[in-house]
C-alpha cells in the first residue's frame, strides 16, 4: 500500500512485537485502534486482531522501544555485542566458515550463524587481531 510505513524487515532479526500499547477502542468487527508514544505518531494506529498478542505479562518477548533507536523510517540498527561460537562447514569442493553472533536487545537463544568473512569485514571490532595472519 502506498505511503504506509511499516518497521523494517530483516530476516530472523526483525521484531516480533515492539512494546506494550493500550487499546483505545473498537473499529469495526476485527480491528482496534491503539494508544501509540509520539514518537510513533506516523505508524497507522489501526490494527487487524491478527496483528495484535495479547500480553501476557512475559517481558523476554517484548523489545523496549525507548532503548531500541528507532530512526525517523521506523527502522532501527542491529549491533553485534559479541562472537559466540566458530564453525566450518564443508561443502563439495570448498570450506565456509560461519561464526555465532549476539545481537544487541537480543537473548542468547536468538543468536544468528552468520558467514565469518561478512561478519569481519563489517565488524572488525569482534575479531581479537592475529598476528599470524599478518
Given at each position: ?64 522501544l525507548e ?68
Amino acid at each position: 500500500m502506498k505511503g504506509v510505513m511499516r518497521f523494517g524487515k530483516k530476516g530472523n532479526l526483525s521484531p516480533q512485537y515492539v512494546g506494550i500499547y493500550q487499546i483505545i477502542r473498537r473499529v469495526g468487527k476485527v480491528a482496534y485502534e491503539l494508544d501509540f508514544p509520539n514518537e510513533l505518531a506516523s505508524v497507522h494506529s489501526v490494527f487487524h486482531v491478527s496483528m495484535l498478542k495479547k500480553c501476557v505479562g512475559d517481558p523476554t518477548s517484548i523489545i523496549p522501544l525507548e532503548g531500541l533507536g528507532v530512526d525517523a523510517n521506523l527502522s532501527y540498527e542491529e549491533v553485534s555485542v559479541e562472537i559466540l561460537d566458530r564453525q566450518v562447514r564443508k561443502l563439495r569442493n570448498k570450506e565456509v566458515a560461519s561464526v555465532k553472533v549476539l545481537w544487541r536487545n537480543h537473548l542468547v537463544e536468538s543468536a544468528t550463524w552468520e558467514a565469518e568473512a561478512d561478519m569481519m569485514s563489517r565488524y572488525p571490532q569482534l575479531f581479537p587481531s592475529n598476528p599470524s595472519l599478518a
